[in-house]
């Protein structure tokens, strides 16, 4: 499997979710709420610095590693390889699931549905896609939830480079529907 390369912004990413699930993870933890990790656009779980060539742990192994741990993790990616390499790397896991899957379809679905403030169950989710795939709808939902925090990468250079456009023709077919969706 060809790892994709990740710049400095990618690994400033990595580092806010680091810093930020254990504080939140001892928080809940201490305080008797079931709580899991949500990586709708997980990747296979590894990448490569551009700078230097190093192996980068991408975020779901980074949220597999915090302490106190989450009590379940969902790892959704709709590329098959980069999924089986996800599973890997993380082994047969009661508490961790995998989804080869659109992830709008299962977050709505399967995912968000498993966290409430009514049932006392809170996730953190990181939404970062590779392009505008991602629906605002699954936003919504983990806001209405009112248990689930978002983390959200846009992608500013795909955006960028619509919405810079003069001539709303040269948009590609289908560019605006995606960031009417996201």
Known sequence: MNLDEIGPWSEIKLDILRDY????STI???NGFHHGYIDAFSGPG??????????????????????????EYHFIDLDGEKVGFLRGQVGDRPDVMFYNADSNQVMLESV???FSYAKRTRALCVLDPYAL?????VVCAAGSSQA?????NFPVMQMNRNCKKEDISEILPGELEAMDRF
């Open 46 to 71: 590894l990448h490569i610095r551009k700078a230097g060539g190093e192996e980068v742990l991408g975020s779901p192994l980074v949220a597999l590693g915090v302490q106190p741990p989450f009590d």
């Open 133 to 137: 795939t991602l629906d605002w709808k």
């Open 28 to 30: 809940l933890k201490r």
């Open 21 to 24: 699930a254990a504080p939140y």
């Open 148 to 152: 689930v925090e978002v983390f959200i």
């Open 112 to 114: 968000l549905p498993r």
